[in-house]
């Protein structure tokens, strides 16, 4: 199975991170996770979403970090693993282009 397979409903979901259903509600209006919906507009959480919502408990409980920053450090993850895969693809288009010497 994918880890971003959707795959738990909310109660499920919040059962595996030991949290109220309520909180993964309230961190989904906060922007902090996004778990995909059903037909019928049910919230199912995937592997990669109980994962990032164990990582949101370990900054709070572990390092005291609020939740603005729990935002702030989510983002920065994101935009660095988005600018190390264009650094990636930028890596192989310049080892394309590489001549090799005479």
């Known amino acids: 199975m994918e880890d971003r397979e959707a795959c738990y409903v909310?109660?499920?979901?919040a059962r595996i991170v030991g949290v109220h259903a309520q909180t993964l509600r309230y961190?989904?209006?906060l922007g902090l996770i996004a778990p995909s919906r059903s037909r019928g507009r049910i919230r199912l959480y995937s592997n990669e979403d109980?994962?990032?919502v164990r990582m949101i408990q370990r900054l709070m409980d572990e390092l005291g970090v609020n939740l603005?920053?729990?935002e702030?450090?989510?983002r920065m993850r994101q935009r660095i693993?988005?600018?190390e895969?264009?650094?990636e693809e930028l890596r192989q288009i310049v080892g394309r282009n590489t001549l090799p010497e005479p």
């Open 27 to 29: 961190y989904e209006r």
């Open 81 to 83: 693993a988005q600018m």
């Open 50 to 52: 109980i994962e990032k």
């Open 68 to 70: 603005a920053g729990v």
């Open 10 to 13: 909310i109660s499920i979901a």
């Open 85 to 87: 895969r264009e650094l």
């Open 72 to 74: 702030v450090i989510l």
